[in-house]
């Protein structure tokens, strides 16, 4: 909401230049009735609605909801620690449909726009929400960087540090785990919001199965980083009082890498690490054909944005002869693929800091099956849009799968610094990653 002084001259008064965003609390609510709102004669140009997490930014993110109360309506400001963003969507929507004739609330339905301010784990929820209501009309978003990595509001311009648009791709996240006899695998999960349990009517339900589905938005990872981010966010819950610092919380994360054996993995961690011991992996290409992918890394990530770990880019951009080889493209937010990038430590990971730098590319697929073998490991550690879990992993003839495919497209709010760029940018400038000695890079030159 910062403008500069030529976009305010046109307003008398930071009142007025408000009132752009302003809702009247009838509109969102039908207990409010229209006769008790200041009088609005015109729609605002920006009405919006905003969505904060308390808890992200150590102590900023209370501070911004006081903020944005005192700016706007305080019924358009809501806490997630106190609400969910689906209760408070869905009456919204439903008083927008009674209010159907009137003028105002047609054009407040028709211009409103969201903002979202946490980690990316709070923006993935609400935009998993917002899909979720399958709207003919759903509002652009934007992303306010509260959390470690930022890595959304990053990805679509708008920051990775604590305080236009494009057609971005939705992918579902579909996990089912056979039930667990007495005494093998513990089902009780903690998972991120994103992920919820289906209900039993849902089609995709089988008999025998615990069923999981939900969105997934920036990245899916499995393996060690997922076990630091587990880590990390342990730690945090446990303490909270230490983690209200941004740098701080970073600085810390890079200590557990190293407590956790990631930096050293190949000198502590033996080979059944690697995720070709844990699970059978495959990917269906852009004819719909599947095929196997072996693995030797010890972790993954199937990126839906160009933004990882706070802003670094893992997938790069092939140069010409890779595309022309490989048939890998830039990673594009709207081609309806994942680049899928492996990592063998965290002394790879550094490779990212460097100009053009990346990881080893494994694949492009629009879904991705991953199947766990009994016995391979107690637990696995995976992670969506940095919410991180432990996997209880089969045991006896037990099952657990995940799988990965698109499923649509959200309208998000870009800035003019937007690195996620759209495969219909033919203007786009490309720099395309050093490839010339991938043996600095990859682990494998057919990787």
Same mark, same amino acid.
């Given at each position: 909401m910062?403008?500069s002084? @030529?976009s305010?001259?046109?307003?008398?008064s930071l009142?007025?230049?408000?009132?752009k965003?302003?809702?009247?609390?009838?509109?969102? &609510?039908?207990?409010?009735?229209? =006769?008790?709102?200041i009088s609005?004669?015109?729609a %605002? =140009? #920006?009405?919006i609605l905003?969505f904060?997490?308390?808890?992200?930014?150590g102590?900023l993110?209370?501070?911004?909801?006081l903020?944005?109360?005192?700016? +706007?309506?305080d019924?358009?400001?809501?806490d997630?620690e106190v609400?969910?963003?689906?209760k408070?969507?869905?009456?919204?929507?439903l008083?927008?449909?009674?209010?159907?004739? !009137?003028?105002?609330a047609?054009k407040?339905?028709?211009?409103?726009k969201?903002i979202?301010?946490g980690? !990316?784990g709070?923006?993935g929820?609400?935009?998993?929400?917002v899909s979720?209501?399958?709207?003919?009309?759903? %509002?652009?978003?934007?992303?306010?960087? +509260?959390g470690t990595?930022?890595?959304l509001?990053f990805?679509f311009?708008w920051?990775?540090?604590?305080?236009?648009?494009?057609?971005? &791709?939705?992918f579902?996240?579909?996990?089912?785990?056979?039930h667990?006899k007495e005494?093998?695998?513990?089902?009780t999960?903690k998972?991120?919001?994103?992920?919820?349990?289906?209900?039993p009517?849902?089609?995709?339900n *089988?008999?025998g199965y615990?069923?999981?589905?939900?969105?997934f938005?920036?990245?899916?990872s499995?393996? *060690?980083d997922a076990q630091?981010s587990?880590?990390f966010h342990?730690?945090?819950k446990?303490h909270?009082e230490?983690?209200k610092n941004?740098?701080v919380?970073?600085s @810390?994360y890079?200590?557990?890498?190293?407590?956790?054996?990631w930096?050293?993995?190949?000198?502590?961690?033996?080979s059944?690490?690697?995720?070709?011991?844990l699970?059978?992996?495959q990917?269906?290409?852009?004819n719909g054909q599947w #095929?196997d992918?072996?693995i030797p890394q010890?972790?993954?990530v199937?990126?839906?944005?160009?933004s990882f $770990?706070?802003?670094?880019?893992?997938?790069?951009?092939p140069?010409?002869?890779k595309q022309? !080889?490989r048939s890998?493209t830039a990673?594009?937010?709207?081609?309806?693929l994942?680049?899928i990038?492996?990592?063998?430590?965290?002394?790879h990971?550094?490779v990212l800091? $460097?100009? #053009?730098?990346h990881g080893t590319r494994?694949a492009?697929a629009?879904?991705?099956?991953?199947?766990f073998?009994k016995g391979a490991?107690k637990?696995?550690?995976m992670?969506?849009?940095?919410?991180?879990?432990?996997?209880?992993?089969?045991s006896n !003839?037990?099952?657990v *799968?995940v799988?990965i &495919?698109h499923h649509?497209q959200?309208?998000?709010?870009?800035?003019?610094?937007c690195?996620?760029?759209s495969m219909?940018e033919s203007s786009?400038?490309i720099?395309f990653?050093?490839d010339?000695?991938d043996s600095s890079?990859v682990? #494998?030159?057919?990787?």
């Open positions: 910062v403008q002084e @030529t305010m001259e046109k307003y008398n009142s007025d230049f408000l009132k965003f302003f809702i009247p609390s009838y509109v969102l &609510s039908p207990e409010d009735e229209p =006769e008790a709102q609005c004669t015109t %605002p =140009e #920006n009405p905003v904060i997490n308390s808890k992200s930014g102590q993110g209370a501070e911004l909801i903020t944005y109360r005192t700016l +706007l309506n019924k358009q400001v809501f997630l609400e969910t963003p689906d408070v969507l869905q009456r919204i929507y008083n927008l449909e009674r209010l159907k004739d !009137d003028s105002l047609s407040i339905q028709d211009k409103l969201i979202v301010a980690g !990316d709070t923006a929820w609400l935009l998993g929400v979720d209501l399958n709207l003919s009309n759903p %509002p652009p978003i934007a992303t306010v960087p +509260l990595g930022n890595n509001p990805a311009g920051g990775k540090k604590n305080p236009g648009g494009l057609r971005w &791709s939705l579902w996240i579909l996990m089912r785990m056979k667990p005494g093998s695998c513990d089902i999960l998972l991120p919001h994103s992920l919820p349990r289906i209900f009517s849902d089609q995709e *089988m008999e615990h069923t999981y589905r939900g969105g938005w920036n990245y899916f499995l393996g *060690m630091v587990y880590a342990s730690q945090r446990l909270p230490r983690f941004q740098l919380n970073q @810390t890079l200590k557990l890498s190293c407590t956790q054996g930096f050293f993995a190949s000198l502590f961690h033996p059944s690490q690697n995720i070709a011991k699970a059978k992996i990917i269906c290409d852009r #095929n992918l072996h010890r972790s993954i199937c990126l839906n944005l160009p $770990s706070g802003g670094l880019n893992p997938w790069g951009t140069n010409p002869k022309r !080889d890998l990673p594009f937010v709207d081609d309806g994942i680049e990038v492996g990592f063998r430590n965290a002394w990971g550094l800091l $460097s100009p #053009n730098g494994l492009q629009n879904r991705v099956r991953l199947e073998k490991a637990h696995a550690y992670r969506i849009d940095g919410e991180p879990w432990k996997q209880p992993l089969p !003839d037990e099952t *799968m799988e &495919s649509g959200v309208n998000m709010l870009a800035t003019q610094n690195r996620s760029k219909y786009s400038i720099r990653s050093n010339e000695d890079v682990e #494998n030159e057919e990787f």
